[in-house]
C-alpha cells in the first residue's frame, strides 16, 4: 500500500477518489498567470503525482490562462481511467492578471468547451461553478442564472457532476433546487475556520468538501504552534496541516499544489502521520490564536 492510500477514499460524483489530491495552480507563472518558468518541471511534478497513486487533480482553464490545463494534457493524456479532474468556471483573466467575473450563459458555456478542448477530454468530470459575486470571499446573492446555465451543459452530456466554489451555506442549500451539488470547494484550513459547520452539515449528507489554499495559499500557514507540533512529530508543518485536515472529517478531500517534486512528495507523506489528542488539542486552538 502507497503512502496516498492511506489518506483514505470518498465519493466525487460517481467516482471514488483518495482524499489525496493535487491542485494544478501552482503550475502557471507568478500570481497564476502566464506560462510556469519551468514547464518541464511542471510536467514532472503532475506525472509524479499521478505515479505516486493520486487520482483527483483540480485545475480550472482560468489559471494561466490556459496553462495547466494544457500542462495536464501534456504531462497525462491519455488519462488514467481512474483519474478524476475536476474544473472551475465563472471567472477570465484581464492582460493585467486580474481576476474578472465571467458568470453569464455565453462565458460559462464558452468556459466549458474551453476546458473540454485543453484538457483534450469529451466531456468533464465534475465542473465547480465558482461565485464571483464577490473574488476575496462568499458573500450572499443569486446563483440561479448561472447554475441553471451549467445544469443545461450538464444535460448536454457536457458535464457529469456539477460542484460550487465560494459560497454559503444559503447558496448551496439553493443551488440543490436547480440540480445535484456533488462537492463544494471553499476556504479552509487549520487558521481559517468558518466553514466548519457546514463541513460537519456536508458531512451527514455525502457532500465532498475541498477546501482550496489547505496551507494558507499566498500566505503560507505561519504558526509557532502548528511549527512546535510537527517539531515533536519530526515532520515538516506543512504535513501536520493536511494530516489535521485529514482527521478533521470524513468528506474533506485535499488539492495542496506545489511546482516542486520535493514538496509534493512530502506533501504524500502527510496522511502517515498519526496525531495525538493532545497535538489535536493544540492544532485546533490555532484559529482562535489567528483570530485574536
Not at 31 to 56: I, M, Q, T
Not at 73 to 83: F, G, V
Not at 96 to 120: C, Y
Not at 239 to 257: D, E, F, S, T, Y
Request: aromatic letters at 4%; a negative charge.
Amino acid at each position: 500500500m502507497s503512502r496516498i492510500d492511506h489518506s483514505g477514499t470518498f465519493t466525487l460524483g460517481d467516482r471514488t477518489v483518495k482524499r489525496l489530491g493535487y491542485g494544478a495552480m501552482q503550475l502557471a507563472g507568478p500570481g497564476v498567470f502566464g506560462p510556469p518558468r519551468d514547464r518541464d518541471a511542471a510536467v514532472a511534478v503532475l506525472r509524479e503525482a499521478v505515479a505516486s497513486g493520486v487520482n483527483h487533480i483540480d485545475t480550472s482553464d482560468f489559471y494561466g490562462p490556459h496553462v495547466t490545463n494544457e500542462i495536464i494534457r501534456e504531462a497525462l493524456h491519455p488519462y488514467p481511467d481512474d483519474l478524476v479532474i475536476v474544473t472551475k468556471i465563472s471567472a477570465r483573466r484581464g492582460t493585467d492578471g486580474s481576476w474578472i467575473p465571467a458568470m453569464s450563459r455565453e462565458e460559462l458555456t464558452q468556459a466549458v468547451h474551453d476546458n473540454l478542448r485543453n484538457l483534450g477530454l469529451d466531456v468533464l468530470d465534475v465542473v465547480n461553478l465558482r461565485s464571483m459575486l464577490d473574488v476575496h470571499g462568499p458573500v450572499e446573492g443569486s446563483l440561479e442564472a448561472p447554475l441553471t446555465a451549467l445544469a443545461e451543459l450538464q444535460q448536454k452530456g457536457l458535464v457529469r457532476h456539477v460542484g460550487l466554489s465560494n459560497v454559503t451555506p444559503t447558496q448551496i442549500a439553493d443551488g440543490r433546487k436547480i440540480c445535484e451539488i456533488v462537492c463544494v470547494q471553499n476556504f479552509y484550513n487549520l487558521a481559517h475556520r468558518n466553514d466548519d459547520a457546514l463541513i460537519d452539515a456536508l458531512a451527514r449528507e455525502g457532500t465532498a468538501y475541498v477546501p482550496f489554499f489547505p496551507l494558507g495559499g499566498f500566505s503560507p500557514l505561519q504558526s509557532s504552534t502548528l511549527s512546535e507540533v510537527a517539531e515533536r512529530l519530526e515532520a515538516t508543518p506543512m504535513q501536520v496541516a493536511l494530516a489535521w485536515l485529514l482527521r478533521r472529517a470524513p468528506n474533506i478531500l485535499l488539492i495542496p499544489g506545489t511546482s516542486s517534486v520535493a514538496h509534493l512528495r512530502e506533501n504524500l507523506k502527510a496522511p502517515d502521520i498519526s496525531l495525538p489528542n493532545e497535538a489535536l488539542a493544540q492544532l485546533d486552538g490555532v484559529a482562535k490564536a489567528s483570530a485574536a
